[in-house]
């Protein structure tokens, strides 16, 4: 079956390093998001990618990058972890005229 | 850009009661309103959505209303049971041509029903 994972489920860092987390869909979906969610802001979008070699900024796109080098993957790179991304990361994909979309389980990041 | 706001942000009812939530949206183009429900340590799933050519769909327990005048859209729950409770996102987007597709959230609500 078609699915998204990402990994890992649990990260623990220490503030300064660089952290990338794998989002991988094996839907074939054109469109692969990267939101985060802390408590009182929902999910708000990082980045978003439409295509291989698209990629675009979303509402908290600081400090965050991302690249789209083949269908099925989106990692989503911290230059350099601060306390402030501690947070619960969500991939998702949709396809191109999508009916909304499917989510990864989530990447609980800390970073300490 | 889009701007999604969400009430309330908690919402307590007796099962059997119905719940409404309500969310308003800022961008006129936007045409796309799924709706979410995440349960306590696991993903967002979508339960319904309703596109702007249409002012409510149902399913089951489940309806959406959308108004878009006002621009706003409610979910509402009938003969809620303790397995509702969870937190409810509401979202919007903008599907024309598929050109733009990513979807702004709002904050979320946190249904409790009481058995």
């Known amino acids: 079956d078609a699915e998204i994972t990402q990994s890992p489920r649990h990260k623990i860092t220490e503030t300064g390093r660089q952290v990338t987390l794998a989002c991988h869909q094996t839907?074939?979906?054109?469109?692969m998001f990267w939101y985060r969610q802390d408590l009182g802001h929902g999910l708000r979008l990082i980045h978003y990618s439409y295509g291989v070699q698209d990629t675009n900024k979303g509402e908290v796109s600081d400090g965050y990058s991302v690249s789209r080098s083949n269908t099925e993957d989106l990692p989503l790179t911290l230059e350099s972890a601060a306390s402030s991304q501690t947070s619960v990361y969500f991939c998702?994909?949709?396809?191109?005229?999508?009916?909304?979309?499917?989510f990864g389980s989530g990447t609980r990041l800390t970073v300490v | 850009g889009e701007n999604v706001e969400q009430h309330p942000s908690t919402l307590s009812v007796q099962e059997g009661d119905s719940a409404v939530i309500k969310c308003t949206y800022s961008?006129?183009?936007?045409?796309?309103f799924p709706w979410y429900k995440q349960e306590l340590g696991k993903r967002p799933q979508l339960i319904i959505d309703?596109?702007?050519?249409?002012g409510e769909k149902k399913d089951q327990r489940i309806a959406v209303t959308l108004n878009k005048t006002a621009k706003h859209f409610s979910l509402h729950i009938t003969e809620t049971q303790p397995e509702d409770s969870a937190v409810y996102f509401c979202a919007a987007s903008n599907r024309y041509g598929g050109a733009t597709n990513k979807l702004i959230f709002g904050t979320g609500t946190l249904l409790a029903v009481q058995p």
């Open positions: 309703i596109r702007s050519n249409v």
């Open positions: 961008d006129s183009a936007s045409n796309y």
């Open positions: 839907w074939n979906h054109n469109n």
């Open positions: 998702a994909s949709s396809e191109s005229r999508g009916h909304g979309y499917t």
